[in-house]
C-alpha cells in the first residue's frame, strides 16, 4: 500500500513562494505519472499540475507560468513550486498519481494566502 505525505504548505502573503513536497512510502512511484490537487473549502478537488514518468508536464491554466512540479525519483519525491501565490490558490493541496488510483489520499497541506 502506497501512503504520500505532503508537506511544505503555511501562510504566504500574495506575491509570495512556497515549495510543496510529497513523499511516497510503500512501493516506487517513478513509473508513475504524479499529481497535485488542491481543494478549497466549498469546491470539488481539482487536477492543477502533472508529471509523467518521464518528466512532462501540464498545468490548469490558474496555475500556469507561475507554478512548476518536478520529481525526484531518486528520493521518491514530488514536488510543487508555487510562485506569484493568489489569494485564490489558498486551498488544501493533495498528491496522487494520474489518473487516480495509486493510493489513498494523504492529509494534504494547507496553503493560506492572504495579506
Known amino acids: 500500500q502506497v501512503q504520500l505525505v505532503e508537506s511544505g504548505g503555511g501562510l504566504v502573503q500574495p506575491g509570495g513562494s512556497l515549495r510543496l513536497s510529497c513523499v511516497a512510502s510503500?512501493?516506487?512511484?517513478?513509473?508513475?505519472?504524479m499529481g497535485w490537487y488542491r481543494q478549497a473549502p466549498g469546491n470539488q478537488r481539482e487536477l492543477v499540475a502533472q508529471?509523467?514518468?518521464?518528466?512532462?508536464?501540464i498545468y490548469a491554466n490558474s496555475v500556469k507560468g507561475r507554478f512548476t512540479i518536478s520529481r525526484d525519483n531518486a528520493k521518491n519525491t514530488v514536488y510543487l513550486q508555487m510562485n506569484s501565490l493568489k489569494p485564490e490558490d489558498t486551498a488544501v493541496y493533495y498528491c496522487?498519481?494520474?489518473?487516480?488510483?495509486?493510493?489513498?489520499w494523504g492529509q494534504g497541506t494547507q496553503v493560506t494566502v492572504s495579506s
Open positions: 496522487n498519481s494520474v489518473p487516480l488510483g495509486l493510493s489513498y
Open positions: 510503500g512501493s516506487i512511484i517513478s513509473i508513475y505519472a
Open positions: 508529471i509523467t514518468s518521464v518528466g512532462s508536464t
